[in-house]
């Protein structure tokens, strides 16, 4: 009965991963779940079960903003290889989504390549007294150490990406935006659940991941749009955090908030109607 369950779902996501994109793409929104907005809400309908996207993620909020007919093909758990070339569950390329006349892409990815979330994810929930804090404990061998996270090769896939971008969709206006910041610069708080070494380390990944998303962004010729530094006072300790700590309970951990992924729908907006006030 397991093993027929279990067939059941792989044909299930085996379906939903080999279906097209439907609708207009007028706006096509690609990237990890800082885009798909995990846990912000009910799922769209239709999309992958596996994506975990939410009508609250930003691009939706932009498509109702700014009346716009979205194909949102961001996913939780990509990375930029998947965007180029598929790959994630049975999931294509995200940019076949675009077309010829698509005005609008934008793009949140790069996390998942260096492991930035998964091992902050890990630091923390290691430390619980829950069964999964023993298994994390039990067989997680540790954090990448900084040569094995590749941000050399991230900035070359994304390049790649952007001029897959410009061939396919001539006409868009490209905007790419960095992870919002989600360590303090100085302590950590407890709901963190990370030590003051720790959040250091982790810190050097989030800031140099968003250097390198600026880079790729400027050598792709695309608005960027730098959320480490327009959430500098809504890190997960800060009064009015843009995204969660672990311990938080609304949301996914370590992911934006409702009110982060509010700030990247008024940043993007900003960005479309004035390009130099957020580009760099």
């Known amino acids: 009965m397991l093993a027929v369950i279990a067939l059941i779902a792989l044909a299930f996501l085996y379906y939903q991963g080999k279906r097209k ?20 809400g009910k799922r769209p ?6 994506c975990m996207r939410s009508v609250n993620g930003y691009p939706q909020q932009l498509a109702r903003m700014r009346g716009l007919s ?7 758990g990509a990375t930029a290889s998947h965007v180029l070339s598929g790959g994630q569950v049975f999931l294509g390329p995200q940019l076949d989504a675009l077309g010829q006349d698509t005005e609008l892409v934008t793009m949140t990815v790069g996390g998942n390549d260096v492991r930035y979330v998964g ?4 630091m923390a929930g290691r430390k619980s007294k829950s069964p ?7 067989f997680w061998t540790g954090p990448l150490t900084p040569e094995q996270r590749d941000f050399l090769d991230l900035h070359g896939t994304l390049v790649a990406i952007l001029q897959q971008i ?11 935006l960095s992870y919002p910041l989600v360590l303090p610069p100085d302590d950590p708080c407890p709901k963190l659940q990370l030590s003051a070494d720790e959040a250091g380390m982790m810190g050097q990944v989030g800031e140099n991941l968003a250097d390198v998303t600026r880079s790729a962004a ?10 480490q530094h327009l959430g500098a006072k809504h890190h997960a300790c800060s009064p009015e955090p843009w995204v969660n700590g672990w311990n938080d309970t609304a949301g996914a951990q370590f992911h934006p908030t409702l009110e982060g992924s509010k700030a990247m729908v008024k940043a993007i907006a900003q960005a479309l109607d004035d ?3 957020t580009a760099s």
């Open 21 to 40: 994109p439907v609708g207009n793409p007028q706006y096509v929104a690609m990237g990890s779940s800082f885009a798909a907005g995990i846990g912000l």
């Open 45 to 50: 309908a239709g999309s992958p079960l596996v």
């Open 70 to 76: 979205l194909v949102d093909v961001s996913c939780s």
């Open 119 to 122: 091992d902050l994810s890990f």
């Open 132 to 138: 999964i804090g023993w298994l994390m404990r039990r």
């Open 166 to 176: 410009r061939r396919r969709s001539p006409k868009a206006k490209v905007v790419v």
């Open 218 to 227: 400027q050598d792709g010729g695309a608005i960027f749009i730098d959320m």
């Open 275 to 277: 390009p130099a006030a």
